[in-house]
């Protein structure tokens, strides 16, 4: 077990499970948070995948529990918060790791993907904030962790307007919720990922895989463990005076303009 920066503290990860063969980020941030010594609380809709998780968290001496949970419904949110408080006493950290896909410009939406798309980025979110504050501010205070993604404050690689305005929302999500809750001692951040390698993308081609590697500035591709790693500083005390920014993870892109990186696609 790593450096017991999270020593004492119950974290609730919701999307903590895996699609795909690749490690995601929630997966990533629930082993990291209990190597960091916090107890997590894992939530998925598979809770098979979840289960895995718990797995290898336990198998690295950290302490995990398993909810199965659709966090698009607002009673599945109440129902979350009140076993986490009732199994570890307490709630101190949330990472709202839920999202989905959203694609098409805004000629091709459908009511059913624009709600689909709303419903797990940023509803999700929203509702399982609604009863993690109150357990929270019960507890002392605590740290709420949004997941936007460059997408939500740029137009990105691909046409996804249902996604994408999901993202911006919860980035005004988070800003507004940093001003509202502040005086119960909750922090409110977001991480806005950039061109990670994982699951969402785990079947994109290779060229393409190698251009949004070479467009960044550091010119490296990204994986759930760089997020990760965000999200444990987020959590812990050392960000105790940060609140209602948005960390973008994404290896410098959008420090740049298009023509700015420009070459490195040609190198």
């Known amino acids: 077990m790593g450096n017991k920066r999270l020593e004492g503290k119950v974290a609730l990860v919701s999307g903590a499970g ?9 997966r990533a941030s629930a082993i990291l948070f209990a190597q960091a010594g916090a107890r997590v609380f894992l939530v998925d809709w598979n809770e098979e995948s979840a289960a895995e998780t718990k797995a ?12 199965q949970a659709d966090v698009t419904k ?12 009732e199994k570890f006493g307490s709630l101190d950290i949330l990472l709202n790791n839920v999202g989905g896909p959203g694609g098409g410009d805004v000629t091709e939406v459908t009511d ?25 501010a019960d507890s002392g205070g605590g740290s709420i962790i949004h997941v936007s993604s460059i997408d939500g404050y740029r137009a990105g690689a ?3 307007v249902p996604y994408s305005v999901a ?19 909750i922090r409110v951040n977001c991480i806005a990922p950039g061109h990670l390698h994982g699951p969402f993308v785990e079947q994109i081609p290779r060229d393409l895989r190698d251009m949004r590697k070479r467009a960044g500035p550091l010119g490296t591709e990204g994986t759930a463990w760089d997020f990760a790693w965000a999200a ?26 298009p023509l700015s990186v420009l070459h490195n696609l040609y190198d």
């Open 74 to 85: 607002d009673s599945d949110c109440k129902t979350v918060v009140d076993s986490c408080k």
């Open 112 to 136: 059913n993907l624009w709600n689909e798309s709303l419903d797990r980025n940023l509803k999700s979110a929203a509702f399982m904030s609604k009863y993690a504050v109150p357990a929270m």
């Open 18 to 26: 895996q699609r795909g063969d690749i490690i995601g980020t929630g």
């Open 232 to 257: 444990v500083f987020l959590a812990s005390n050392e960000s105790r005076w940060i609140s209602g920014v948005v960390l973008p993870v994404d290896a410098g892109l959008q420090a740049a303009t």
């Open 158 to 160: 691909s046409k996804n």
């Open 167 to 185: 993202k911006a929302g919860v980035i005004q999500l988070t800003r507004t919720m940093a001003v509202h809750h502040g005086r119960e001692n």
């Open 56 to 67: 290898m968290i336990e198998a690295d001496g950290g302490t995990a529990f398993v909810r």
